[in-house]
T-cell receptor, first 112, second 117 residues
Framework: KNQVEQSPQSLIILEGKNCTLQ??????????LRWYKQDTGRGPVSLTIMTFSENTKSNGRYTATLDADTKQSSLHITASQLSDSASYIC???????????FGAGTQVVVTP | DAGVIQSPRHEVTEMGQEVTLRCKPI?????LFWYRQTMMRGLELLIYFNNNVPIDDSGMPEDRFSAKMPNASFSTLKIQPSEPRDSAVYFC???????????????FGEGSWLTVV
């Protein structure tokens, strides 16, 4: 069964600190993994798309890593800001047409 | 670029009533997806279209749910009759020339917040 699991479920960090979110997947065959940021009351917005040949990809203060061997990905947030408070969701396609399997998300709260 | 446009943004309806959610994908995109998001189950794919043709509707929960895409710029998701357990946020998303390998970005709308009482 194709699954995507994220950890932790939630976390609270102080403004300016770093944090790392985890995403484990069992989807096979694997093609790419996506990280989305979802602000409260808004739709998910794409942060990164990583293909199986990429190990690291950055988008500003967000850096995603991928280990296709262990089927793990992480999203690292550097020097967190209050605007980083959101839910972060990872997902990966389960077919050739774009059917994405998403994890439950990690709720990040950045406090002053 | 206007992005994916959904309407209504919020709807409160009584159990048994028909609900129609609307979506205008990004111009030029040829793949359209309908997702449902709840606290319990997260984001779930209901149905998706490619070039206006439904590809996979296995995520549609019951026959009460139906979706159409009469043309490249419009899609509807209909629930009839609605039930309280249908309360959720329904997202429409679109993508250009979906490729499993290239992984083109899927753009989400802001969602339709449905409450069935």
């Amino acid at each position: 069964k194709n699954q995507v699991e994220q950890s932790p479920q939630s976390l609270i960090i102080l403004e300016g600190k770093n944090c790392t979110l985890q995403c484990n997947y069992t989807v096979s065959p694997f093609s790419n993994l996506r990280w989305y940021k979802q602000d409260t009351g808004r739709g998910p917005v794409s942060l990164t798309i990583m293909t199986f040949s990429e190990n690291t990809k950055s988008n500003g203060r967000y850096t995603a890593t991928l280990d296709a061997d262990t089927k793990q990905s992480s999203l690292h947030i550097t020097a967190s800001q209050l605007s980083d408070s959101a839910s972060y969701i990872c997902g990966t396609p389960t077919d050739s047409w774009g059917k994405l399997q998403f994890g439950a998300g990690t709720q990040v709260v950045v406090t002053p | 670029d206007a992005g994916v446009i959904q309407s209504p943004r919020h709807e409160v309806t009584e159990m048994g009533q028909e609900v129609t959610l609307r979506c205008k994908p990004i111009s030029g995109h040829n793949s359209l997806f309908w997702y449902r998001q709840t606290m319990m189950r997260g984001l779930e794919l209901l149905i998706y279209f490619n070039n206006n043709v439904p590809i996979d509707d296995s995520g549609m929960p019951e026959d009460r749910f139906s979706a159409k895409m009469p043309n490249a710029s419009f899609s509807t998701l209909k629930i009839q009759p609605s039930e309280p357990r249908d309360s959720a946020v329904y997202f429409c998303a679109s993508s250009l020339v979906w490729s499993r390998e290239a992984g083109n970005t899927i753009y989400f709308g802001e969602g339709s917040w449905l409450t069935v009482v």
